[in-house]
């Protein structure tokens, strides 16, 4: 049987996406008040290992997915690259061949997103995106479960994106047309999103507005989210700042959203860079349901992975 990729959200399609966001909630709510390292009452992946690679620095994604071994029943092995054989010249390739007879998926947070192409292709086991350059999937399928928290619905929801069109970015805007919600980004010139995802968004029924005006972008939206300005491994730092500073989301930003609107960030935060203190320690702030929501989401991620799902 060919190997479940989970390399981008157009890999599950919608009706797995709802699937694996009902599985979540479920999961979740019968958690409450039970030791984090508990498995569920299931166990589900009793017996089965998850390989994790790193090529670039993680708190949340490398606890948040050994956490949700653990409570499936299964475990995790981390996995840096400086201090495997990747780091010294071998092949994604004979990688992929040797760790999908060792373990049952392979998680690897990377750069170039070809890298997780090539793993994927060689791999017999499924390779799961946790995070590389063009995509975050994982991260927004936490995002979307903690958006639902929220009582809000997906469909017809209306999402403003303050800043740079990056990954994060290009994965909401792929949940955009799966799921039937509208986009509205404010960046400046020369950091818009790749157009393959917002072409891909609007041809799937979302739509997508482009805007260089950060309240018109926040104008009534129902979520609010941005990301650090620069990302790791960025340079070009000081130049990248100025261009992004009337993008910060604030108190003022935030007044023409919604009342009832919820500020998301996916974290580590730069608090007096791209999101003020005001904002981001507001009861409208969601980030740390997000960061936690990221175990629930991920478990059944694998599950699906794992044809558990």
Known sequence: MTARHFLDLGDAGAEAVRAMLADAHTRKSARQGWPKGKSDADAPLAGHVLAMIF?????RTRVSF????????????????????????????DTARVLSRMVDAIMIRTDDHAKIEEL?????????????DQSHPCQIMADLLTIEEQGMSLRG????????????????????????????VGTPQGY??????????????????????????????????????????????????AAMAP???????????KPDAR?????????GEEVDAEVFESDRSVVFDEAENRIHAQKSVLLWCLGEL
């Not at 993008?247 to 959203?257: D, E, K, R, S, T």
């Open 192 to 241: 818009e999103p790749d157009n393959r995802f917002v072409a891909q968004a609007r041809a799937a029924g979302a739509t997508v507005t482009l805007t260089r005006d950060a309240a018109e972008a926040a104008n009534g939206a129902d979520i609010v989210v941005t990301d650090t300005w620069v990302s790791m491994g960025q340079d070009h730092a000081h130049n990248k700042l």
């Open 263 to 271: 500020f998301l960030h996916c974290l580590p935060a730069h608090v």
């Open 55 to 59: 090529e670039k620095n993680s708190t």
């Open 120 to 132: 994927a292709h060689h791999a017999t086991v499924p390779v799961i995106n946790g995070l590389t």
């Open 157 to 184: 929801l209306e999402l403003a994106w303050l800043g740079d069109g990056n990954n994060v970015l290009h994965s909401i805007l792929e949940a955009a047309g799966l799921l039937g919600f509208n986009v509205r």
């Open 66 to 93: 050994d956490m949700a071994m653990r409570q499936l029943g299964g475990s995790a092995l981390i996995m840096d690259a400086g201090s495997t054989q990747l780091g010294r010249g071998e092949s994604l390739a």
């Open 247 to 257: 993008y910060q989301v604030n108190a003022a930003l935030m007044a023409g959203a």
